[in-house]
């Protein structure tokens, strides 16, 4: 059964994610393909909710468990790059 991960996304990352690409720390959660994640956008300089969401489908993981062909040199043990899709 998919889980929902409801996070924080930084403002330059949460425009980032809409176009299917987000970073994670992989430590808090245990992300899986077909879960949903909500990203709720947040303003750093005001350290507010900005009260945009948007809701995606985890479509693939890379990270050091599923490696790519940059993941085990450039990322960090801790973070993993997720694909994502707007929900159907």
Same mark, same amino acid.
């Given at each position: /059964?998919?889980? $929902?991960?409801? $996070?924080?996304?930084w403002?330059?990352? &949460? #425009?980032? +994610?809409? !176009?299917g690409? *987000? $970073? @994670?720390? /992989? @430590?808090?959660? *245990?992300?899986?393909?077909?879960?949903?994640? $909500? =990203?709720?956008?947040? *303003? #750093?300089?005001?350290?507010?909710?900005?009260? %945009? %969401? =948007?809701?995606?489908?985890?479509?693939?993981?890379?990270?050091?468990?599923?490696?790519?062909? &940059?993941?085990? +040199?450039? =990322?960090? @043990? *801790? &973070?993993?790059? =997720?694909?994502?899709?707007?929900? !159907?």
């Amino acid at each position: /059964m998919a889980d $929902v991960h409801r $996070v924080k996304s930084w403002s330059y990352l &949460f #425009q980032a +994610a809409k !176009n299917g690409l *987000d $970073v @994670r720390d /992989m @430590r808090d959660r *245990d992300y899986k393909v077909g879960d949903t994640l $909500v =990203l709720c956008e947040f *303003d #750093q300089a005001t350290g507010k909710y900005t009260g %945009e %969401e =948007l809701a995606r489908e985890i479509t693939y993981i890379t990270d050091r468990q599923v490696p790519c062909a &940059f993941s085990s +040199a450039v =990322l960090d @043990r *801790d &973070f993993g790059i =997720l694909s994502i899709k707007p929900l !159907n």
